[in-house]
Every structure is written in structure tokens, then in C-alpha cells.
């Protein structure tokens, strides 16, 4: 009876060093930044899925990755506690040895998993439509913004045509220069920051006292020249830089809602004249 005890013990046990589970056994799993737990280990709580690879730690985003190439540049070598950091390369801190990944830019890396490749960032690292930039590199706006974006279903992401300023370039590439842009001065440059301040104001004026249904506005902030609407004909088109202005906005309800963010354009007749909502709509 001994020997029998022993020999189930001995299989449990190696069965625990074997096998590969993927990113999907726990999918209501809260993905957090490596800041808020670092230094945690051995804690005994599930910690997020980490891998540690090319010397840095990354977070399971817990969404596909986007691809360009499917060569492997290695594959998870080994692992360590499902509470414990990764802290080796190509360590993990869930099951996967074995899982082909590929560095995808300095601080995002793709983990083959079941049901494809998944996505792991560094803490200061954001990803839109598989470009990748360092935190610092963009508004706070424009972070707020991701984290909306990427809640959202797939099916509702691709409803979005906004593409932040700071991805535009890298998305499509430069803006085309046309009639308005082609003069130095954008139309967010052509006015001044008492300007921008009164329209903004006029904007959730809109929003929160002319429209309480919207209940307020969540998010706001302006748009340039890549902005189509500004080539809207007969109506925003018929307004020169200095006299107009769209803002993206994001009400608190669209944002319960789960909707996209919205735009409003303001303009002027005239430098003298007063600034006027001239539509306002997804």
C-alpha cells in the first residue's frame, strides 16, 4: 500500500513539470501593470501572465497580436511560480515552456498560445493597431482614450475610424497636404489659447447644460488637420483656419454606453464675429 501511495504521489509530481496551459484557462483574469506588483513574489496570489524576454518583463494585454511576420525569434524556457515575476530571459510565469514568441519592438513581444499569438507589453509601453510607443510619448488624453478603446469588443473597435495624432503618421503615414494644411499654421496652431479655452468651454457647455442627456463630458480634447470633417464641403470646408475648430469628445453616457467619442465643430463667420456649434455627431 506504501509503494502504491508513493507511486501516485511521484506521478502527480511530474505531472505538475509538464504540459503547457494557455492564456485562455483563466479568462476573467485581471491584467494588471508590472508597477503594482513589483517585488511581488512568492505572495502565494495568482499574479497576472508575465514573460521576461530580451531583458525586459511584459504583461499579458490579454488581447491578440498583431503580426507582420510569423518567424520565432526563440521560444518560453522555462518557468517559474504563477506568484512570482519572471526575472530570467525567456521565463514565464505561467505554463508555456516550450511556446514560440516574437519580439514585436522594444518592450511588446507576441506569445503562441492557444488561439493564436498573444500580446505581452512592458508597463511603459501602449500598443494601437500594432504600433507600438512608450508611454511618455503621448498625451494623458490620449492614454485615457486607449484604455477605452482596447474595453471594447473587437467587432465595436472596428467601428472607430479616430486614429490618435500621435499613431496617425505611423498608421498612414503623413497627412495629405491639401489647400489648409499647406499654409504653417494648422488649425489648432491658427488660434490662440484664450481661443481654444472659449470654444472648449462652449464644447461642454454643449454637452453638460444644452444637452443633459449627454451628462457631461468625459473626455475632450482637439483635433488637426488630419481630421477629415475640416474637408467637410458646405459646411466645416467653408471655414478657414483661425475660424474653426473640432474637438472629440467622449461623454460620460457614450462611455457608459460603451460608444465611440463624438465630434463637435465650432466656427466663427469672422475674426469679430461669435463662435457657433455648426455640427455636432459621430
Known amino acids: 500500500m506504501r509503494n502504491s501511495i508513493f507511486s501516485i504521489v511521484l506521478t502527480a509530481a511530474i505531472l505538475s513539470l509538464t504540459g503547457c496551459l494557455n492564456i485562455s484557462d ?17 505572495s502565494g496570489s495568482p499574479l497576472p501572465h508575465m514573460v521576461f524576454l530580451n531583458g525586459v518583463c511584459m504583461t499579458a494585454a490579454n488581447r491578440k497580436a498583431t503580426l507582420s511576420s510569423l518567424a520565432a525569434d526563440g521560444v518560453i524556457a522555462s518557468q517559474v511560480d504563477y506568484d512570482m515575476i519572471p ?37 511603459d509601453v501602449v500598443e494601437y493597431q500594432g ?33 490618435p495624432s500621435e499613431f496617425y503618421s505611423d498608421r498612414f503615414g503623413a497627412a495629405p497636404i491639401t489647400e489648409e494644411t499647406s ?40 483635433v488637426d488637420s488630419e481630421e477629415p470633417l475640416y474637408r467637410n464641403a458646405g459646411l466645416e470646408a467653408e471655414y478657414p483656419a483661425g475660424n474653426i475648430i473640432i474637438y472629440r469628445v467622449l461623454t460620460v453616457k457614450d462611455r457608459r454606453d460603451g460608444n465611440p467619442f463624438r465630434t463637435i465643430s465650432i466656427a466663427r463667420s469672422s475674426k469679430s464675429a461669435d463662435w457657433k456649434i455648426i455640427n455636432s455627431g459621430y
Open 26 to 42: 483563466n479568462p476573467t483574469e485581471t491584467v494588471h501593470s508590472v508597477s503594482d506588483i513589483e517585488g511581488t513574489t512568492g
Open 183 to 222: 499654409h504653417s499654421t494648422t488649425y489648432i496652431g491658427a488660434l490662440t489659447d484664450s481661443e481654444l479655452q472659449e470654444t472648449e468651454e462652449l464644447a461642454q457647455r454643449y454637452f453638460t447644460e444644452d444637452s443633459p442627456v449627454f451628462e457631461g463630458v468625459d473626455q475632450i480634447y482637439p
Open 87 to 123: 526575472f530570467e530571459n525567456e521565463q514565464a510565469n505561467f505554463p508555456c515552456v516550450g511556446a514560440p514568441y516574437i519580439r514585436l519592438a522594444d518592450g511588446a513581444a507576441a506569445v503562441r498560445l492557444e488561439g493564436g499569438y498573444q500580446l505581452f507589453l512592458a508597463d
Open 131 to 163: 504600433i507600438y510607443k512608450k508611454k511618455d510619448e503621448v498625451s494623458e488624453d490620449t492614454l485615457k482614450w486607449l484604455n477605452f478603446y482596447h474595453s471594447l469588443s473587437e467587432a465595436d473597435r472596428n467601428t472607430i475610424s479616430m486614429v
